[in-house]
């Protein structure tokens, strides 16, 4: 009996569960924003960047542990950064009104610099993997974990309280609370997706290739949390907790590669900085989309002119078009 299409049932089950937990944590982080006197750069792009960060995490560890493909994680990490800033592309489009009374950090200029820094990093360990390697990982790996502890130190604490916000009748403590269970359940829900995007992209199913897998199934599932927890905050107003979510989720999945980089000399001791055609493309896209999401803040941020939104809304599409492009060269609809 053929039973692939409980595989995909069980896919479509494991995102359903973490779009609900992403637009419940979109929710608490708000509430925690609005009660406390946390920066909302701190909120969005640490704790709720952590947070929303933890499927990649564990699909990352369960890719080297558990299925033992460790091309997956290049795929799962640059793949999800691109699909984010898509994403985040695509929510400001649709949320222009509310754009117009935006105001995005400054820190979030310095957070994209080091995005780009990570990128530059991960480029030298694809492009010069066996000069890089050092015992079973890579040095490049703690170079991008102290590149990222040193974007969290110089990170904003706090804030003035907004109390203007709407009260929901949920107390600080329980907001914190509630936030904790969500992160716990999105936990298994990452490893089960793992298990099921290598099933899917498997011989006996799709047939892709584990970089490619990674970057569609994997990458795709695992920036719902950012894609759902953005959108909540988008809706209620608040750009700024939205975009330290995405642009702190981007910066924290590097870190992630050391993690990976350090459990992976247990299962066949192969490094996880492995060069194809689509890490290389993920690089180049990834690169472009950080920068004119860069540029975008800057316009934004500066330009408060009706007319200046025109140019900020073209900034906010190059993302998703980056990442059509992506999927049509790695299909072969496009010869790259």
């Not at 492995?274 to 941020?301: E, H, P, Q, R, Y």
Request: hydrophobic share 55%; net charge neutral; glycine share 8%.
């Amino acid at each position: 009996m053929n039973l692939d299409w409980l595989i995909y049932i069980g896919y479509i089950a494991m995102v359903a569960i973490i779009v609900t937990l992403s637009i419940k944590l979109g929710k608490y982080v708000d509430i925690i924003d609005a009660k406390s006197n946390i920066s909302g750069a701190f909120i969005g792009g640490v704790m709720l960047a952590a947070v929303t960060s933890l499927p990649e995490l564990f699909t990352s560890l369960s890719a080297v542990w558990i299925v033992k493909e460790n091309s997956m994680i290049i795929g799962n990490i640059l793949g999800s950064d691109l699909i984010n800033l898509a994403f985040f592309g695509v929510i400001l489009l649709i949320y222009w009104r509310g754009m117009k009374k935006a105001e995005f950090s400054k820190f979030y200029y310095t957070a994209l610099a080091v995005a780009c820094g990570m990128y530059a990093l991960t480029a030298i360990g694809l492009y010069l993997a066996e000069y890089m390697q050092f015992t079973w990982f890579s040095v490049i790996s703690p170079a991008i974990l102290l590149l990222y502890v040193l974007f969290v130190s110089r990170m904003p604490k706090t804030s003035e309280s907004d109390d203007d916000k709407p009260d929901d009748g949920i107390t600080l403590k329980q907001a914190v609370i509630r936030f904790i269970i969500c992160a716990v359940v999105l936990i298994g829900a990452s490893i089960a997706m793992t298990y099921l995007t290598d099933m899917i992209a498997g011989e006996k199913m799709l047939n892709l290739g584990k970089t490619f897998a990674g970057a569609l199934f994997l990458g795709v599932a695992t920036s719902l949390p950012e894609l759902i927890s953005s959108v909540t905050l988008c809706h209620r107003g608040n750009f700024n907790a939205a975009a330290g979510n995405i642009i702190g989720s981007n910066v924290f999945n590097f870190a992630i590669l050391f993690v990976a980089d350090v459990f992976s000399f247990m299962p066949n001791g192969s490094g996880i900085y492995i060069l194809n055609t689509d890490s290389k493309w993920l690089l180049i896209f990834g690169v472009i989309a950080t920068v004119t999401t860069l540029c975008m803040m800057a316009v934004k941020n500066k330009c408060r002119q009706k007319y200046a939104l025109f140019g900020v809304q073209a900034f906010n599409a190059v993302p998703p078009v980056l990442y059509v492009i992506y999927l049509l060269i790695t299909t072969g609809i496009i010869v790259g």
